[in-house]
């Protein structure tokens, strides 16, 4: 079964977003830890930062950054 998949997304203070999943389940996710991290780096420009949106039960940013559902949903 897979976990559950992001159907919203925005950006609460600093760096941390709020997540809506497919399920209906809310969470918080911590993006500070990966803004240090190859091509997540210039993500620490905060315009930047806010055009993050959902994109096919993940999120993505302008430049194609993105993240694995599942560690979104399990972290």
């Known amino acids: 079964m897979l976990n559950p998949r992001v159907k919203d997304v925005r950006v609460e ?3 941390i977003l ?3 999943f ?3 389940e809310e969470g918080l996710f911590d993006m500070s830890p990966y803004l ?3 091509v997540f ?3 620490s420009d905060p315009s930047l930062f806010q055009s993050v ?3 096919m039960g993940s999120v993505r940013w302008v ?3 993105d993240l694995c559902p ?3 949903y399990l972290e």
Do not use: F
């Open 53 to 55: 949106q959902a994109y």
């Open 13 to 15: 203070s600093g760096y």
């Open 22 to 24: 497919t399920n209906d």
């Open 70 to 72: 599942d560690t979104l």
């Open 18 to 20: 709020h997540l809506i």
């Open 63 to 65: 430049h194609d950054q």
């Open 36 to 38: 240090s991290i190859g």
């Open 41 to 43: 780096k210039e993500l």
